[in-house]
């Protein structure tokens, strides 16, 4: 693991954090190291992962440098396939992601915060994606996460405009699912992936592929989604586990398979 990601795990939770001063930019440094991060989180036995950011930022996009050097389609198309890399790895993940956004979150720190499961915000935080007033768009991964999360008409209106929300404004339009004071964001987005890590995680990695996978099909396609996906969980065999625990009137021991 580099020097600009840092990541420390209490127990089976794992906690992110982003630390290239002064905004956290996608310098080509940062890159690399949360591309390996995140190759050190797939082989670990994680129940849950928090990204934050470190200083007054949780991540503002890409250094504007490598704009300069973006020049043909190619160029274009790999600058996109790197974006969508880093966001695809987060979303990737098995266990729930929860963003911890602690500030700035623009650019490529919205497309990230859009490829967690659940996004808590500190009331000071701020969203946007600036993109086309460089030139450019939203190309990793935000064209197509920012639609389906929050709807067509207020996703064009942001992208479009390149106008910045606040935490409250990005609460009212569903970017996110949580606002807190500054100082209990980490003691917030902790107690969460603690609830969850209380959980079966077989059953909550499952949740989260069927919900995952169901967003793009029909509903009927969905359903079918969910009833193999619960065939598949019961092989496992935790809901004796839950069941035994509920009846005994004690808390259910999950091992993390």
Known sequence: MGET?????????????????????????LIDDFLETCDQLRAMRLRAVIITGAGKAFQAGADINMFLNVKTEKD??????????????????????IAAVNGFALGGGTELALACDIRIASSNASFGLPEVGYGVFPGGGGTQRLPRLIGPGRAKMLILSGNKIDAAEAFR????????????????????????????????????????????VSLEDGLMIEQKGLGKLVEVGDQIEGATAFLEKRKPVFDVR
Not at 7 to 26: G, H, R
Not at 175 to 203: C, H, T
């Open 5 to 29: 990601v840092k990541c420390e795990c209490k127990k089976d939770i794992a906690i992110v954090t982003m630390d290239n001063p002064p905004v956290n930019s996608f310098t080509r440094e």
């Open 76 to 97: 274009g198309f790999d600058l996109g396939e790197m974006s969508q890399n880093i966001t695809n790895q987060v979303a990737g993940l098995e266990c729930p992601v």
């Open 173 to 216: 339009f569903g970017l996110v699912d949580q606002v807190v004071e500054p100082g209990q964001l980490m003691s917030e987005a902790m107690n969460l992936a603690e609830r969850i890590a209380e959980r079966s995680p077989a059953a909550v990695r499952m949740a989260k592929r069927v919900i995952d996978e169901g967003l793009n």
